[in-house]
Nanobody, 126 residues
Framework: VQLQASGGGLVQAGGSLRLSCAASGRAASSWAMGWFRQAPGKEREFVAAISWSGGSTYYADSVKGRFTISRDNAKNTVYLQMNSLQPEDTAVYYC????????????????????WGKGTLVTVSS
């Protein structure tokens, strides 16, 4: 499975961005997907995850109510809609895929996922 993230950029506080993660490879639509981020000098952290069917979604408390994860399995693409962005959301965002249960992705994914995409930088100015 290959993952390609896009959609990052520079935005003012309060603004919005939508990240996309295009997946290719075998059975890409059957994997749980997650978004993670890493800010300068900080450890990688979980942001959001979605089950293979899209029926279950999970969010970090810091983004709950502001970010929305979704997927279009017909397009093998996962999205992260980010609203009300704040400077503390500045980070490199990574999408990742895993064959394990989505709940495992939430709690263990930051330590390792089956597949990682290259990150996309999100910068939020104050």
């Amino acid at each position: 499975v290959q993952l390609q993230a896009s959609g990052g950029g520079l935005v003012q506080a309060g603004g919005s961005l939508r990240l996309s993660c295009a997946a290719s490879g075998r059975a890409a639509s059957s994997w749980a997907m997650g978004w993670f981020r890493q800010a300068p000098g900080k450890e990688r952290e979980f942001v959001a995850a979605i089950s293979w069917s899209g029926g279950s979604t999970y969010y970090a408390d810091s983004v709950k109510g502001r970010f929305t994860i979704s997927r279009d399995n017909a397009k093998n693409t996962v999205y992260l809609q980010m609203n009300s962005l704040q400077p503390e959301d500045t980070a490199v965002y990574y999408c990742a895929a895993d064959s394990r249960d989505t709940v495992v992705v939430v709690f263990e994914g930051r330590y390792g996922m089956d597949y990682w995409g290259k990150g996309t930088l999100v910068t939020v100015s104050s």
